[in-house]
């Protein structure tokens, strides 16, 4: 009985998660698809706790879903966007095209990440994360790389991220 709850909620949480993104990115208002992406992420996050990664999933809800998706209205509504129609976008040929490269690329990129010998470089020994945990915790065991080894990518993050900030500020700015 348990394997069959277990496996229902993994695809009801997993269909939601795909029609939640589907919806998403056909919205044309930039707050309803901001909202979807919250759907998305919660669904995600409950996907990462069925799976026994708890932290990550909390930290899924609160960086993700709080956080980043705050910062994301925010500029969305400091920018004062209005109606989708005043946009111009890539709708022409020119826009298939570029879709169309961008998603061979993704294909290209999916392809290689299959591939066995690739595959085989990926996959941890057998006991790898329980040997962390137990030398420095689970939180020690996600932020030691994270504050040693990729400190640049963490902080030039932030920079991108306060840059964003900052731009949409200039952007969204009255003209006296």
């Not at 799976?51 to 925010?74: D, K, P, R, T």
């Not at 990729?150 to 200039?170: C, N, R």
């Amino acid at each position: 009985m348990p394997d069959f709850f277990y496996t229902f909620h993994f695809y009801l949480f997993g269909l939601i998660a795909i029609a939640s993104a589907i919806v998403f990115v056909t919205r044309k208002s930039p707050v309803a698809a901001a909202l979807w992406l919250v759907n998305v992420l919660f669904s995600l996050a409950a996907l990462f706790v069925m799976l026994g990664a708890h932290f990550v999933g909390v930290i899924q809800v609160i960086v993700y879903a709080g956080a980043i998706m705050v910062v994301f209205l925010f500029v969305v509504m400091l920018l004062n966007l209005g109606h989708v129609t005043d946009f111009n976008d890539l709708r022409g040929t020119s826009g298939r095209v570029i879709g169309g490269l961008f998603g061979l690329a993704l294909l290209a990129q999916l392809l290689a990440a299959t591939t066995p010998q690739l595959a085989a470089s990926f996959t941890l020994r057998e006991g790898t994360i329980d040997q962390q945990a137990a030398s420095l915790g689970a939180v020690g065991a996600i932020a030691q790389p994270l504050f040693n080894d990729y400190l640049l990518a963490f902080e030039l993050t932030s920079v991108l991220l306060l840059v964003a900030v900052v731009g949409a500020v200039m952007v969204g700015r009255r003209r006296v």
